[in-house]
């Protein structure tokens, strides 16, 4: 079975300063892999998903992540973080076809002081 | 666009009792599914459905019931509330499963006492 490991439960950076949120993954083929981000007392939003091809991707609101095999990673990344990117961010995989779960990470809580 | 709406927002329940928490999506989105997040575990699935008369258990359905009679309803039933579904509660759909970005709801905050 599939499982996605984020290890950092809570990460504070400064505005304007880069970002960079881990994902492990467990899958023995090529996963499909998402970030999702969920602000204050709201549903979750899709940022960026990755399937296949080109191993960085990029996503909305200017983040992008990079899928490294070798590692069984897939990290989420911004240059320079606004106050309004505060928020909850959750990793989530999904593997082959007829198995229709998405498993997601523990999720990375954001903080951004001024 | 109302997207994917969930009914009620909040509840309380005393533990027995019996409830529905209601999704309904007008996306036309053949996926759907129901999560529980609680703090620290992320969000586990607890059933999902393919389309229309077509349901299967996720991660942690015990003490679940689902249908799918129409596209646009999955209902989610708690047949007798435990403590342990103190939740929040989100449904979520896609045009076409797992792989399909997932549109979520506002979720519903369940306390069982």
């Known amino acids: 079975a599939q499982s996605v490991t984020q290890p950092d439960i809570h990460i504070t950076v400064s505005e304007g300063a880069s970002l960079e949120l881990r994902c492990n993954y467990s899958?023995?083929?090529?996963?499909?892999l998402f970030w999702y981000v969920q602000s204050p007392g709201q549903g979750l939003q899709l940022l960026l998903k990755?399937?296949?091809?080109?191993?960085l991707v990029q996503g909305i609101k200017g983040f992008e992540a990079e899928f490294k095999r070798s590692q069984s990673s897939f990290n989420l990344r911004k240059p320079s973080v606004h106050w309004s990117d505060a928020a909850e961010y959750f990793c989530?995989?999904?593997?082959?076809?007829?198995?229709?779960?998405?498993?997601f990470g523990t999720g990375t809580r954001l903080t951004i002081i001024p | 666009n109302a997207g994917v709406t969930q009914t009620p927002k909040f509840q309380v329940l005393k533990t027995g009792q019996s409830m529905t928490l209601q999704c309904a999506q007008d996306?036309?989105?053949?996926?759907m599914s129901w999560y529980r997040q609680d703090p620290g575990m992320g969000l586990r699935l607890i059933h999902y459905?393919?389309?229309?008369?077509?349901?299967d258990q996720g991660e942690v359905p015990n003490g679940y019931n689902v249908s799918r009679s129409t596209t646009e309803d999955f209902p989610l039933r708690l047949l007798s509330a435990a403590p342990s579904q103190t939740s929040v509660y989100f449904c979520?759909?896609?045009?076409?499963?797992?792989?399909?970005?997932?549109?979520f709801g506002n979720g519903t905050r369940l306390t069982v006492t």
């Open positions: 979520a759909s896609s045009r076409q499963g797992a792989f399909s970005p997932l549109h």
């Open positions: 899958y023995g083929a090529t996963p499909y």
């Open positions: 990755y399937f296949s091809g080109d191993t």
């Open positions: 989530a995989v999904a593997t082959s076809l007829g198995n229709e779960k998405l498993t």
């Open positions: 996306m036309n989105h053949e996926y």
């Open positions: 459905s393919v389309g229309a008369g077509i349901t």
